[in-house]
């Protein structure tokens, strides 16, 4: 039995994402008694493996291969049942991001577990297997009761405290067996920005919303986000409007952040 | 080639939430049901490609999962555009059950592509559409932003960390939709409104599917904590506060 931890690497490097999953799937498995294994799909050096021990990763998977250069949803999805099979994996941890919320419902299926998605605290209770999850956009919580063996809860970012830990993690890499012609995803082109701070990451947010009258007066937010060292965002009207590019929408409809200081412009 | 949109039908996103029976069932009292947001908008791109003759999408079908109490979301959907209705006629339970039901359908009827919203606004489970491309062993793209059509291939745009992705797979495929898929919902007209009393709503009975989640209980929103106003005339006094009280800068 073991609690698995899926841990997204972005260029070959973890993010604070990374060690929140960890941290919590450490929780999960103080709660069941157990430890925390952790897999990373792709290529990430020994010593960046390393840190996902410090929050907890008893032991860490890595499994480098060709097929997992293009994010493919079967392939992913695939790749971690099959590990979560040999580990024996009670409680699968995943990130409620882009990524977690297509591979979080293929694994349901594929080892028929229910899943608990946008979970923002450490299980309720863990026989009955409950998890406090958000719904109606963040306008009350639920306690859902995950009635499987298995079971899968993808994590909402921001959501819960770094715990550091001392633990010597061991590295072993993983073996899967995929069927390379399943495997359809092509890309065909990426549009990515280097270097700019992730909405999603930032500690501090200066947002606008419609109260900013017109595109042209962002000027000033975007100047006292560079000077915090925060990141901008915006409301849905603007969004929906074009003023801003939708990946700035935060809120119901958009990202879920939660950063330290979040100054509202312009919005009501 | 065929496109069949899954919509939920959720509650009016202004709704105010409230909880009945000691928190266990969310009171419907007055609640306005309307198309989940971004099905909404999954309709609209899949009625785009449609009307555009320069692909090959000839029809639109919604199908959704639920009692005749969602027939006049359904017909909305059908007043907005879309051909015809599918209906399996189950209590929507869970995701997983709505994902198998509706995957049964998908067996039976044959779609080229499967549009499904990347959550919905009441239960924001972010699981269904994924779900049904495992139920089905179909290939998948999720946080699909754009959805173009190539010589009857599906060209997709998806959200990536820090930027987009364009990638193709092969129909039949399932496009698992958020915002930027359609630039604003497209709105019924008179004629739409007239035509959708006409189109079919084809009803199907449900096949048997285990219920793998339960809630227990709901906890309704907490109220606001107190806000501190500072005079506009006091700028260093906020600049203190957030330093010295709140300590974030």
């Given at each position: 039995m073991s609690v698995l931890v899926f841990t997204e690497n972005w260029d070959g490097k973890f993010k604070k994402l990374s060690f929140e999953l960890v941290s919590y799937s450490n929780k999960v498995a103080e709660m069941l008694g157990t430890s925390t294994t952790a897999i990373s799909i792709g290529s990430v050096a020994d010593d960046e493996l390393t840190k996902l021990g410090k929050f907890g990763a008893k032991k860490i998977l890595k499994l480098e291969n060709e097929i997992f250069k293009t994010f493919d949803t079967r392939a992913y999805s695939s790749a971690i049942a099959q590990i979560a099979q040999k580990e024996k994996a009670e409680v699968i941890v995943i990130a409620n991001n882009n990524m977690g919320k297509a591979i979080a419902p293929r694994l349901s299926v594929k080892l028929k577990a229910a899943v608990g998605s946008g979970?923002?605290?450490?299980?309720?209770?863990?026989?009955?297997f409950v998890v406090n999850k958000k719904v109606y956009s963040g306008n009350a919580f639920a306690h859902m009761?995950?009635?499987?063996g298995v079971k899968i809860i993808t994590l909402a970012q921001n959501s819960f405290d770094l715990i550091e830990t001392s633990n010597d993690a061991t590295i072993e890499e993983a073996s899967v067996d995929i069927d390379?012609?399943?495997?359809q995803t092509k890309v065909k082109d990426v549009e990515k920005q280097t270097g700019k701070l992730l909405l999603t990451d930032a500690e501090i947010v200066v947002a606008g919303g419609r109260?900013?009258?017109?595109?042209?007066?962002w000027t000033p937010l975007i100047e006292l986000a560079e000077t915090l060292g925060g990141a901008t965002a915006c409301s849905r009207p603007v969004s929906d409007e074009g003023w801003?590019?939708?990946?700035?929408h935060t809120g119901q409809t958009g990202k879920i952040i939660a950063p330290n200081l979040y100054i509202a412009i312009g919005i009501s | 080639m065929k496109i069949l949109v899954c919509i939920s039908n959720v509650p009016d996103t202004t709704t105010k939430i409230k909880f009945t029976d000691n928190n266990t069932?969310?009171?419907?009292?007055?609640v306005q049901w309307v198309i989940n947001p971004w099905d909404e908008l999954a309709l609209t791109r899949a009625l785009e490609l449609r009307d555009?003759?320069?692909?090959?999408?000839n029809k639109v079908t919604v199908g959704h999962v639920g009692t005749s109490a969602a027939d006049p979301t359904i017909r909305k959907a059908l007043a907005i555009g879309a051909d015809d209705a599918i209906r399996i006629?189950?209590?929507?339970?869970?995701a997983y059950q709505v994902a198998a039901q509706l995957a049964e359908v998908i067996k039976k009827e044959q779609f080229d592509i499967i549009f499904a919203g990347?959550?919905?606004?009441?239960?924001?489970?972010?699981?269904v559409g994924s779900m049904i491309a495992e139920f089905l062993d179909y290939p998948s793209v999720s946080a699909v932003s754009g959805l173009n059509i190539d010589n009857d291939e599906p060209v997709i745009t998806r959200e990536i960390d820090g930027g987009k992705e364009t990638v193709t797979i092969p129909t039949p495929c399932i496009a698992v939709v958020q915002k930027g898929i359609a630039i604003e919902p497209k709105i019924a007209s008179m004629r739409g409104i007239m035509q959708a009393r006409t189109k079919s709503i084809k009803v199907m009975e449900p096949v048997d599917v285990d219920i793998?989640?339960?809630?227990v209980t709901f906890e309704p929103p907490q109220p606001k904590p107190d806000c501190v106003f500072i005079e506009e005339d006091n700028p260093g006094k906020l600049v203190e506060l957030l330093q010295n009280e709140a300590k974030v800068i």
């Open positions: 979970v923002t605290k450490p299980p309720l209770s863990t026989e009955p009761e995950l009635k499987t390379k012609s399943a495997v109260g900013m009258k017109s595109p042209d007066n801003r590019p939708h990946e700035e | 069932r969310f009171d419907s009292t007055g555009d003759t320069s692909n090959s999408v006629n189950a209590e929507p339970e869970d990347i959550e919905s606004s009441d239960f924001n489970g972010s699981t793998i989640t339960e809630v």
